[in-house]
């Protein structure tokens, strides 16, 4: 019995596994974290702020070569509250993001972020400098706390690592460390 409970208290060290996360698993978990407003995700304003808005929704998540792509709509308006309408800059249009992830303390980050789209406009140019930059600076996939909902039943979490990232044609394939205490 002592072997036993000796063998349950083993402390394991810090291992890699590869976690292979397909694309739907990878859209339903950026919905989740990120387009929590009606499906949306707010880069500027919120739906209370009707002249001064955009938000991105209906997102697609696929590969492009070593590249992730996110596919969504983008409805965004730059105006001002005039006489109860809005008088200024606006637009609605499907576009395309593809970006090099990376990993940065326990999240997927993205880098070099392009953005692309099927039609142009004065609009639409200044909105893909600004979403690339937006999305560069503050769009994250956080799995620490994912990790530790699902690894924790069987034990403590004592760390968690994500130690890279790579894309292939079906799936995001993680490189993860982590240490389980099993008690």
């Not at 919120?46 to 002249?51: A, D, L, M, P």
């Not at 997927?108 to 893909?128: C, G, H, L, W």
Request: overall charge positive; aromatic content about 8%; hydrophobic content about 45%.
């Amino acid at each position: 019995m002592k072997l036993l409970s000796g063998l349950l208290a083993l402390t394991w060290p810090a291992m890699a596994a590869e976690l292979e996360l397909p694309y739907t698993t990878l859209e339903r978990v950026v919905g989740e974290q990120l387009f929590t407003q009606d499906g949306r995700h707010y880069v500027r304003g919120n739906k209370s702020t009707r002249c001064q808005f955009a938000y991105l929704e209906k997102p697609h998540i696929d590969a492009d070569g070593a590249r992730l792509r996110v596919k969504a709509r983008f409805s965004g308006r730059s105006a001002v509250d005039l006489l109860g309408g809005c008088v200024g800059l606006g637009d609605s249009f499907d576009l395309a993001m593809t970006a090099l992830p990376a990993a940065k303390a326990g999240a997927i980050v993205f880098n070099e972020v392009n953005i692309a789209t099927p039609k142009d406009s004065y609009y639409i140019r200044r909105v893909r400098v600004a979403l690339a930059r937006s999305i560069a600076r503050d769009f994250k996939i956080e799995l620490r706390d994912r990790a530790r909902t699902l690894l924790e039943p069987a034990g403590d979490l004592a760390s968690f690592d994500l130690a890279g990232i790579r894309v292939t044609p079906t799936a995001l394939v993680l490189v993860v460390e982590f240490k389980l205490v099993v008690k």
